[in-house]
């Protein structure tokens, strides 16, 4: 039984395509390489959107939307000591369930806003109103932090939501396409792929890499650590894919971004190098595991570095990451939503048969 429903293709496709063997990420026939050095955010989502949405200023258009949502945040008040993915997945909950172009921009706005306004309440702070004038990640940070970020601290952030933007037929994004196939709202749709989301072999692994480094601690430490780990049958968090076979490109993309961090004193370079040592380390051990099956680095590993460096705890590192998927989930939940199909796989009961039959 294919439980996984691995190489099982179940959609058709014009936002991005997972080569697992080059290791090659294409969003709307754009690489990911090129996409990274040449698109903002805000420029991702209008690419991601075409044909989908009729066309605006996506850049103003989200900066009002998060100004429009900003007021929902006071229904936060009271839940402030939810970690922070419940507490997004409450506030999401409260925008209107509609397929339009409003909803859309007011779900891209919400996880930004949502996210920085609970961390600010459960540190015992005021939440910061947007400024619709900066860009989707100045603004992000700076609702998050208080204060204003630096052009790389703001380059690093917007690196990483359009690095994560779009990929392929993922759990989360699955989930999209089939609550659309309902014809349910969007709200919906991005609110279960949400929870798709949250699990630790999807987007909520970089948290607990942290955890793994805080663990390892020194350099010297990571290959008997590693090795202990994996003796116990563990998974390495960060390690391993189901569609690539070699390195996941994301995570390259987003180690360049940690370099630059680094490289303007943002990062401790012995955070660094301990990561460095770790990947390495963890690498030689995966393959003399699995030597039939290659196991490389995933998106999540440099995300853990690249968000703690911008200064949100691990605890909210999945609300960051959805905050980026977000624009994904809503363009395939419109593609899917467009072939008027309902999504209605078939099981196979393998379970006890009435009593009279048996
Ligand atoms: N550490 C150790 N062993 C691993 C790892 C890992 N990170 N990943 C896979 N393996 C091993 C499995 O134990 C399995 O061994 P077995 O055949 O002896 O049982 C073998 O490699 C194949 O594993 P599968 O479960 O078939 O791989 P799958 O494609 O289903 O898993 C997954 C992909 C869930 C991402 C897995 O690699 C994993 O758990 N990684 C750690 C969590 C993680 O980093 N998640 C983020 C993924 S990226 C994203 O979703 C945004």
């Not at 996984?4 to 997972?18: K, N, P």
């Not at 390489?33 to 805000?42: I, K, Q």
């Not at 006071?74 to 922070?84: E, F, K």
């Amino acid at each position: 039984m294919n439980s996984g429903l691995d190489d099982v293709v179940a959609a058709e496709t014009v936002l991005s395509d997972v080569d697992g063997a080059l290791g090659q990420l294409v969003v709307r026939g754009v690489s990911l390489d090129e996409l990274v050095t040449s698109a903002r955010y805000e420029d991702a989502v209008g690419l991601m959107f075409g044909g989908f949405f009729s066309p605006r200023d996506w850049a103003a258009e989200i900066g009002r939307a998060r100004a429009d949502v900003y007021p929902l945040l006071h229904y936060t008040r009271s839940s402030s000591d939810l970690p922070p993915t419940d507490a997004l997945r409450a506030l999401l909950a409260r925008l209107p369930d509609a397929s339009d172009a409003d909803t859309a921009l007011k779900l891209i706005a919400a996880h930004a806003v949502f996210t920085a306004g609970t961390l600010r309440l459960r540190k015992g702070l005021a939440p910061i109103a947007p400024d619709p004038k900066l860009t989707h990640a100045a603004d992000f940070l700076r609702m998050t932090t208080g204060v204003a970020p630096t052009e790389r601290q703001s380059a690093a952030l917007d690196r990483y939501l359009v690095t994560v933007i779009d990929h392929g037929l993922n759990a989360s994004t699955f989930v999209s396409r089939i609550v659309a196939s309902t014809q349910a709202g969007l709200t919906s749709s991005v609110l279960a792929a949400f929870g798709a989301l949250k699990g630790p072999l999807h987007g909520g692994a970089p948290g607990p890499v942290l955890d793994m480094l805080d663990a390892i601690g020194e350099p010297t430490n990571a290959y008997p650590w590693l090795e202990a780990a994996l003796a116990r049958g563990e998974r390495l968090m960060g390690f391993g894919h189901r569609i690539y076979r070699v390195r996941d490109p994301r995570a390259d993309a987003l180690k360049g971004a940690v370099r630059l961090l680094a490289a303007s004193g943002a990062i401790d370079p012995m955070r660094l190098g301990l990561a460095e040592a770790v990947e390495e380390a963890a690498l030689e051990l995966l393959r003399r595991k699995k030597p039939d099956r290659p196991l490389d680095i995933n998106v999540e590993f440099y995300t853990a570095l690249l968000l703690e460096a911008l200064g949100f705890p691990r605890e909210a590192f999945t609300c960051v990451f959805a905050a980026g998927r977000v624009s994904g989930w809503i363009a395939h939940a419109r593609e899917q939503a467009l072939t008027g199909r309902l999504v209605r796989p078939k099981s196979v009961y393998v379970g006890p048969v009435p009593r009279e039959a048996a």
